[in-house]
């Protein structure tokens, strides 16, 4: 049973900072992609940032610079830590992992930035 359950989200205020994680089980964790994606309300869900198995990562433009993708293979957990945060990324985050036809979807954890 394969799934990956997201947690670290939270109230901040702007310009603070969280670390959101993303721990799965359940499947060889070292050989997904594991990408953060993010929805509010009448907006498209969005691709906040990505990395593949050996570490390569992509960000969104939105992102660049306050977003770091980073996995620990150990502890089957992936991060985003989201610096300098502004009220456009308040958002429910979802994890996503990834591997040829397998897919797993987190549940999502909510993200509020406002003072």
């Known amino acids: 049973q394969g799934q990956v359950v997201e947690s670290g989200g939270g109230l901040v205020q702007p310009g603070g900072s969280l670390r959101l994680s993303c721990a799965a089980s359940?499947?060889?964790?070292?050989?997904?992609?594991v990408d953060w994606y993010r929805q509010t309300p009448g907006k498209e869900r969005e691709l906040v940032a990505g990395?593949?198995?050996?570490?390569?990562?992509v960000y969104a433009d939105s992102v660049k610079g306050r977003g770091f993708i980073s996995r620990d293979n150990a502890k089957a957990t992936v991060y985003l830590q989201m610096n300098n945060l502004k009220p456009e990324d308040t958002a429910v985050y979802f994890c996503?992992?990834?591997?040829?036809?397998?897919?797993?979807w987190g549940q999502g954890t909510q993200v509020t930035v406002s003072s």
């Open positions: 996503h992992a990834r591997l040829k036809t397998l897919h797993y």
């Open positions: 359940g499947i060889t964790f070292s050989l997904y992609t």
């Open positions: 990395i593949a198995e050996d570490g390569t990562s």
